[in-house]
């Protein structure tokens, strides 16, 4: 079998995979217990509720990946 991921395709899942990380490093899930994305206003909420409680360069690393990719 033979798949055909795309260039975009694969740029897309890193930047996800980025995303993902920079999330779980402050105790935030990306994705629900089925592995779905979960909605992101729900997951801003939740970085939004802890961000005050985060140092200024976990702010910066968390606001970059998640607001530039």
């Known amino acids: 079998m033979q798949t055909n991921i795309s260039q975009e395709d694969s740029d897309a899942e890193l930047d996800v995979n980025d995303v993902e990380t920079a999330l779980k490093s402050v105790g935030i899930a990306l994705r629900d217990s089925t592995g779905q994305i979960r909605d992101l206003d729900d997951v801003i909420n939740d970085l939004g509720t802890s961000w005050d409680t ?16």
């Not at 200024?56 to 690393?61: E, G, I, S, V």
Request: hydrophobic share 10%.
């Open 54 to 69: 985060l140092d200024r360069n976990t702010q910066r690393y968390c606001g970059n990946y998640v607001c530039h990719h």
